[in-house]
Every structure is written in structure tokens, then in C-alpha cells.
């Protein structure tokens, strides 16, 4: 399945679900974003998305890629909860290109994981965390109904700063 949007700052963007040949791309998204230090709490990206691909899938999750004007642009995945206790949450990740963000990636990465979400029988709840610090993707996840349900106080340590975790969630009804 595949979803175009085109924006009115000029870009098209178009969101699909990736395949196994898209484990690089997503690497280097990751990596980047990593490598900023203030958007991702791991420092690197993991060596095999090839796996990880193949993990979501299996575990009826769901990894997209979002490509503005044919580059790629960004990536989100969801994935239900790995123990029997938690199958009915979703845990979802974003990353976006410094380059892309603002140009409305994450807001069509989240919509295309949403209509996902809702039409998966299993799935509840959609829960992510984000650091305090980051504004622009705290109010982006309040636009599409997450809540803010819990704080971590002082949970990670960026550049000598303290930074508390923000725990959002949504209910799928």
C-alpha cells in the first residue's frame, strides 16, 4: 500500500511499506538521527534491519518509509507488544531526516500508522516515549490524540543536561 500526499511548501511526499531492500535506507535514517544525540536515546543504529524487518513482519508489525520528492526522507514502525500481556499495544518509532523535518513527514508517517493501527483487530493502544526536550514531536503526537500519561524524571543525561522521558499513549477506538 502506498499513500501520496503532496504539501503546500511544494513537496511530495509519499509514504509505503518497506522490504528488505530498504534495510540501508533505514539504517542511515536511524544513524542520523542517533548521531544529532537529542532526538533518539540509542547512540547507534542496530547493524541488521534486515532482521528487524523480518521481526516486525512477523510479529504483525508494520515499517514505513516516508520519501519526499523520490528521497528518502524518513521511517516509523509499530509493533505489538512481544509477551501475551502486551500483544494489544503497539510501541511505535519515528525517525525523520533533519533535512525533511518540518515539511510534514512525521504528519503523514503518523497518519498512514494510524488507519494502519485501527484496522488491526489486536491492537489497543498505540504507546511511544519521546524526550521532554522534544517540542516539536511531543505536539505532533498531541495532534493525532496521544496523551501525555507519564513523566520519567531526570531518565537520560544529553550534553550534560538532564532530560526527563515523556510517556504518551493512545486508546484505538
Known sequence: ????????????????????DDAIIIKKIVESVAAEKYYAVQEHSREDWNSAIKEINERKGLIIIAEANGNPAGMAYIVPGKFKKNKHVGFLGISIFKTFRRISAGTALMGY???????QKELEKISLTVFSTNKAAINLYKKFGFEIEGISKKQFKIAGKYVDEVIMGKILN
Open 1 to 20: 500500500m502506498m499513500t501520496k500526499m503532496k504539501r503546500k511548501n511544494s513537496h511530495v511526499i509519499i509514504i509505503r511499506e518497506a522490504h528488505k
Open 113 to 119: 500508522i494510524l488507519d494502519w493501527s485501527k484496522k
